[in-house]
């Protein structure tokens, strides 16, 4: 499983605050890296994120539709929520 998740997002996106996360989330099964990749903490069940879009990836259609403020596809990484917010959740 890539660390990396497809996030359908608008041009004009707002962060979504996702539930705890349960023990079996899959996101915490990745071996490679199940942390937050703006504090750089270990993701843990319990733990509130959101997706934070990184951009439409490689892939040339999508590109293009986020360049012409249509919905597109984007790659997202898992922020925990006060990381992302400066919100307690």
Do not use: N
């Given at each position: 499983?890539?660390?990396?998740?497809?996030?359908?997002?608008?041009?004009?996106h707002?962060?979504?605050?996702?539930?705890?996360?349960?023990?079996?989330?899959?996101?915490?099964?990745?071996?490679?890296?199940?942390?937050?990749?703006?504090?750089?903490?270990?993701?843990?069940?319990?733990?509130?994120?959101?997706l934070?879009?990184?951009?439409?990836?490689?892939?040339?259609?999508?590109?293009?539709?986020?360049?012409?403020?249509?919905?597109?596809?984007?790659?997202?990484?898992?922020?925990?929520?006060?990381?992302?917010?400066?919100?307690?959740?």
């Open positions: 499983m890539s660390f990396l998740v497809q996030h359908v997002i608008p041009h004009d707002h962060l979504r605050k996702m539930e705890p996360l349960l023990e079996d989330h899959p996101i915490l099964e990745d071996t490679e890296l199940p942390m937050c990749f703006a504090c750089g903490v270990d993701l843990e069940a319990g733990d509130v994120i959101t934070v879009p990184v951009g439409p990836g490689p892939d040339t259609t999508e590109q293009k539709r986020a360049s012409s403020h249509q919905w597109f596809a984007a790659c997202a990484v898992p922020v925990h929520w006060v990381c992302a917010t400066g919100e307690e959740p």
